[in-house]
């Protein structure tokens, strides 16, 4: 019996204490494995993605379940989900899915919860695509049903969603209604913050280093589920970033905000919501508005440090390392050294210590790893990755040998191929299986692989067509594993044009591909 390798996959939007979604998937879908055992169905892995949205995150880009689709899928048969809306929100992307299973092998696509979902016969995609459709509805449906009472209840003095901000806690007020009023707790940490910036002058930084050694939770750790606690998950700490978005957001001043994104970028600011009546009030202020004055004044008073560049987003994240802690390195434009772009470690930005000399000049970095990537691997041939189904040889092998045998019997005196052209017919016959079975033996089984074909272009020439698209070059190294460390040759000098660099070029077990 021929086994059948299945992947399961769960995936949740938002999993907090209250949540066992995961964990009902992964029973429900386990059961219907087990009930399966004798059709030689066997797990041989879980792809479990949390706090992923299935409407904005397609299968391919998910953490755990991309890495299985796009880099191991030699090693499943069955992608086996719990419910479709929990695999795919998108027709399209479940059109997407389908394509990506048959030009794999012909993968199953199974739901566990839906029987009626037949993924193997002739009307497939048709099923699939109703109840991928019918999944894409619901999505809209509901989303537009969370965005009308958030509309309604944005102009109101009642809390809708999500989190209180920083300073507040939320309560069920005796009209049922969830409104905020003032957490005591946070709210002293404001009135230090307060204390240490515009009385002591204390820079932010110093500030987060008292904190996190005095054990005080920042927002992040206070808003941390116990789920992910056990799970071993870090606490998150404060950071300068942390007390600037709580001394800029008038939610301290007791009213209602709103994130506003900036135009072009992921994040936001804090604004006041404001109605006819001007601003909705939640709950008692923690700062008067003379404080809030004060803190504006000595926030905006300060020097500014060093910024990330506006113009330029971090070429090469993630190929480019600290030669001291071995993280990320990004691209800042620090004004006092009179606007020229370095390359700096985030952990030395965050005041932790890196040793000396950690920023390098941008215009060197970008020299060098042009020469050293060239250098090395300039001549590499690019290949195209493709996936080949393998073959079960041993069943076609036990199937020749039944044949054979039938068929020899049908030629021995008084069978019906006993003589004159049916006899001869059989044993050409009998002969070509004999040939199949020699080359089949001597192939053996063949699992599920990728094969790799040459281009006919080399590294370089990705390379040289790509000139001003830094984000596809950085894929192409990070696909391969190539990372470089930069350190500096003179200690001390913290934006020096002096530095070398330590290449490691992955994994050369495989080609550099285009895939």
């Known amino acids: 019996?021929?086994?059948?390798?299945?992947?399961?996959?769960?995936?949740?939007?938002?999993?907090?204490?209250?949540?066992?979604s995961l964990e009902r998937?992964?029973?429900?879908?386990?059961?219907?494995?087990?009930?399966?055992?004798?059709?030689?169905?066997?797990?041989v892995g879980v792809a479990k993605d949390a706090h992923i949205s299935a409407t904005k995150s397609h299968p391919l880009e998910r953490p755990q379940l991309g890495e299985w689709l796009n880099n191991r899928a030699p090693e499943f048969d069955l992608l086996l989900f719990w419910k479709m809306d929990r695999f795919v929100r998108k027709v399209v992307d479940m059109?997407?899915?389908?394509?990506?299973?048959?030009?794999?092998?012909?993968?199953?696509?199974?739901?566990?919860?839906?029987?009626?979902?037949?993924?193997?016969?002739?009307?497939?995609?048709?099923?699939?695509?109703?109840?991928?459709?019918?999944a894409e509805t619901e999505a809209q449906n509901i989303s537009m049903r969370v965005k009308s009472f958030q509309s309604y209840a944005k102009s109101k003095n009642v809390w809708a969603k999500g989190n209180p901000p920083y300073g507040y806690e939320s309560f069920r007020d005796t009209d049922g209604a969830m409104r905020l009023r003032v957490r005591e707790s946070q709210k002293d940490v404001i009135r230090e913050i307060y204390k240490r910036v515009v009385e002591d002058g204390e820079p932010y930084s110093a500030i987060c280093d008292d904190f996190n050694a005095r054990g005080i939770l920042s927002p992040g750790a206070e808003r941390m589920s116990n789920r992910r606690k056990n799970n071993g998950e870090p606490l998150?700490?404060?950071?300068?970033?942390?007390?600037?978005?709580?001394?800029?957001?008038?939610?301290?001043?007791?009213?209602?905000?709103?994130?506003?994104?900036?135009?072009?970028?992921?994040?936001?600011?804090?604004?006041?919501?404001?109605?006819?009546e001007g601003k909705i009030r939640m709950a008692d202020a923690i700062l008067t508005d003379d404080e809030w004055i004060k803190l504006q004044d000595e926030r905006n008073g300060r020097p500014g440090a060093a910024r990330r560049s506006t113009k330029n987003t971090t070429a090469y994240r993630g190929v480019l390392l600290c030669?001291?802690?071995?993280?990320?390195?990004?691209?800042?434009?620090?004004?006092?050294?009179?606007?020229?772009?370095?390359?700096?470690?985030?952990?030395?930005?965050?005041?932790?210590?890196?040793?000396?000399?950690?920023?390098?000049?941008?215009?060197?970095?970008?020299e060098l790893v042009e020469t050293i990537i060239l250098g090395s691997v300039g001549d590499f041939p690019m290949h195209e990755r493709h996936y080949v189904k393998g073959s079960n040889n041993t069943q076609r092998l036990h199937e020749i040998?039944?044949?054979?045998?039938?068929?020899q019997r049908t030629t021995r005196p008084g069978g019906k191929?006993?003589?004159?052209?049916?006899?001869?017919?059989?044993?050409?016959?009998?002969?070509?299986?004999?040939?199949?079975?020699?080359s089949l033996s001597a192939e053996g089984d063949k699992p599920d692989r990728y094969e790799y074909r040459d281009t006919g272009e080399t590294f370089r020439h990705m390379w040289d067509r790509n000139s001003g698209n830094e984000d596809e070059r950085t894929r192409h190294l990070l696909k391969a594993g190539i990372s470089i460390r930069l350190h500096p040759l003179i200690k001390g000098v913290s934006n020096?044009?002096?530095?070398?660099?330590?290449?490691?070029?992955?994994?050369?077990?495989?080609?550099?591909?285009?895939?």
């Open 417 to 438: 191929n006993s003589s004159g052209f049916a006899k001869k017919s059989t044993e050409e016959e009998i002969a070509a299986l004999y040939e199949e079975y020699d």
């Open 236 to 276: 998150p700490v404060w950071r300068s970033r942390t007390i600037t978005n709580i001394m800029t957001s008038e939610t301290i001043l007791g009213w209602k905000c709103e994130e506003v994104k900036a135009l072009g970028k992921k994040y936001g600011t804090s604004q006041p919501i404001l109605t006819a």
């Open 496 to 515: 020096t044009l002096n530095f070398g660099a330590d290449v490691d070029l992955g994994n050369r077990s495989e080609p550099f591909t285009v895939h």
């Open 95 to 134: 059109q997407d899915m389908i394509k990506w299973a048959t030009a794999h092998g012909g993968k199953s696509l199974v739901s566990a919860k839906e029987p009626v979902l037949d993924m193997v016969g002739p009307f497939r995609h048709v099923i699939i695509d109703l109840f991928a459709a019918i």
């Open 401 to 407: 040998e039944q044949h054979v045998t039938e068929l």
């Open 1 to 20: 019996m021929e086994t059948v390798r299945v992947l399961i996959a769960l995936r949740i939007s938002n999993e907090t204490d209250a949540s066992t």
């Open 323 to 366: 030669g001291e802690c071995g993280r990320n390195l990004y691209l800042f434009n620090p004004e006092r050294q009179q606007g020229k772009p370095v390359y700096r470690c985030n952990k030395s930005a965050n005041r932790e210590s890196c040793g000396k000399g950690y920023a390098f000049r941008a215009e060197k970095v970008k």
């Open 25 to 43: 998937q992964l029973q429900d879908c386990t059961a219907y494995v087990n009930e399966r055992q004798h059709l030689g169905w066997q797990v």
